[in-house]
């Protein structure tokens, strides 16, 4: 079944005024929200399997295009993460979701934590793919921190599409205000943290501090030696689905 046969695209107007593109699934509760990537949305492979488990499971689904992503609204230019973590928490009370699972790949592995302590009453567990928390300090040279901090836009070669990647001045001046790895982060739920050891863009030692960082004493990390970044092969799918269906029945 496609996701558009499961849930059809629907628009919210979010907190700046924008169209915020989303899918949501009514069902049973934690519900399943999806995070994406950097540059990246809501028709991923790993967001659209989680969605087709969740209906099969009777279970409630969000997933969801950042604004100036995917098919919302806005200019990706003006995204940060603050403006992202406020849109996720917008359409998670909109969709009138109590209690969710925040699943994030890459850079969304750091917005769930923004998220988590947005709305902590509303947070039951994480899992993080490939968690890109803090990728504004460990992510760049020194050079093009000068560049970032001048107010200048830099371009880095994208492995995963002709058009070089864009890091604009304030998301990375907002992501250094948004760190989380340098203190406990405060979250005592379930984590589970898989990452790719052959991962060329995040380094997996980024999901032991991560692990380190949190609060939370059920923290569990699972490297798979031969993964990548996006960990969309058949079997890595496979890997998440199991991951979220092993979690404690009510997040925690």
Same mark, same amino acid.
């Given at each position: ?134 990728? $504004?300090?460990?992510? @760049?040279?020194?050079?093009?921190? %000068? =560049?970032?901090?001048? &107010?200048? #836009? +830099?371009?880095? *070669?994208? !492995? ?6 864009? $890091?604009?001045?304030? @998301?990375?001046?907002?992501?250094? %205000? =948004?760190?989380?790895? &340098?203190? #406990? +982060?405060?979250? *005592?739920? !379930? ?62």
């Amino acid at each position: 079944m496609t996701a558009d046969a499961i849930a059809p695209v629907a628009h919210h107007t979010g907190p700046d005024g924008l169209r915020l593109a989303h899918r949501f699934l009514s069902g049973a509760e934690p519900a399943l929200v999806f995070l994406p990537g950097y540059m990246s949305d809501m028709a991923g492979s790993k967001a659209e399997a989680v969605l087709a488990h969740a209906a099969a499971q009777g279970r409630a689904c969000l997933l969801l295009d950042y604004s100036g992503c995917g098919l919302s609204e806005g200019d990706f230019a003006d995204g940060t993460l603050s403006r992202w973590r406020d849109e996720v928490v917008d359409l998670i009370a909109a969709s009138g979701i109590a209690r969710a699972v925040l699943c994030g790949s890459s850079m969304g592995g750091w917005l769930m934590l923004l998220v988590a302590r947005a709305i902590p009453d509303r947070t039951a567990a994480l899992v993080g793919i490939a968690a890109a928390p803090d990728f $504004t300090d460990w992510g @760049f040279s020194e050079a093009q921190k %000068a =560049q970032l901090a001048a &107010g200048r #836009t +830099i371009f880095e *070669d994208n !492995p995963y599409g002709p058009e070089p990647t864009p $890091t604009h001045a304030t @998301f990375w001046q907002d992501g250094e %205000a =948004q760190r989380q790895l &340098g203190g #406990t +982060i405060p979250f *005592d739920g !379930p984590v589970r943290l898989i990452h790719g050891q052959a991962d060329p863009d995040v380094p997996w030692d980024v999901s032991l501090r991560h692990a380190a960082a949190l609060r939370s004493a059920d923290v569990q990390v699972h490297l798979i030696k031969d993964g990548d970044h996006r960990l969309s092969r058949e079997q890595d799918i496979a890997l998440l689905l199991r991951t979220l269906d092993a979690l404690p029945a009510d997040g925690g």
